[in-house]
């Protein structure tokens, strides 16, 4: 089984070396390296058959409709995953405005 706890907290070839540099800008490289990630990463997972397990981050989409929400890092996770499971925070709340939970 391979796991790989925050995609979004993998940092590209690109970030590191501007981050020694001292240089303070964005990396717009990041969702191509991760596109590129995944479609080896399907193929290897799929010809040895082993399960994997990605978490990441997810951000809010102001004014969309349907899905509020979008996992960060690009499309590439988007179109190789098999299964796509988002968990959310949320509190219930009983007939008296008590949190149940």
Known sequence: MLVIDSLGQMIT???TEDAISGKI???MTKQQELKILFAQLTT???KYQMP???T???YAIIGAYGNQTMASGGSGQKF???VT???TKASDKD???RKMG
Request: a positive charge; glycine letters at 12%.
């Open 95 to 97: 007939g008296d405005g």
């Open 25 to 27: 800008v964005r990396d």
């Open 13 to 15: 070839s690109k970030a």
């Open 85 to 87: 499971l988002k968990f």
């Open 80 to 82: 190789s995953a098999s």
């Open 52 to 54: 994997c397990i990605i």
């Open 56 to 58: 990441n981050h997810v």
């Open 44 to 46: 290897l997972v799929g």
